[in-house]
């Protein structure tokens, strides 16, 4: 069964620090870009940041750049997102996609996990 697993999310006080993982099972990673998006209720999926399947392509989301960092361990078949002098506004569900291309869409990715709360507050 193809599957991904977030995991790393929780509480932080503003300016504190959170580093989410992304697990692969049943696949590996190495051919994939992974993404890593966020959604508060109410609200459209964004795009956070992304990563080409052989990390020399990143992109970031104008809100999160210089905040966060993408990278990945493709024999430890894991995608990283280190967040970094965290704000309220990053509260949100995380998640973390496979799909062929290094993008922010949304429709580019082909396999989601499930997502984990990130919650930003003093």
């Known amino acids: 069964q193809l599957q991904l697993v977030e995991s790393g999310g929780g509480w932080v006080q503003p300016g504190g620090s959170l580093r989410l993982s992304c697990v692969a099972s049943g696949f590996t990673l190495d051919n994939y870009a992974i993404g890593w998006f966020r959604q508060v209720p109410g609200k459209e999926r964004e795009g956070v940041s992304a990563?080409?399947?052989?990390?020399?392509?990143?992109s970031y989301a104008d809100s999160v750049n210089g905040r966060f960092t993408i990278s990945r361990d493709n024999a430890k078949n894991t995608v990283y997102l280190q967040m970094n002098s965290l704000k309220p506004e990053d509260t949100a569900n995380y998640y973390c996609?496979?799909?062929?291309?290094?993008?922010?869409?949304?429709?580019?990715?082909?396999?989601w996990g499930q997502g984990i709360q990130v919650a930003v507050s003093s």
């Open positions: 990563i080409g399947s052989s990390g020399l392509m990143t």
């Open positions: 996609a496979a799909g062929p291309y290094c993008s922010l869409d949304v429709g580019e990715y082909d396999f």
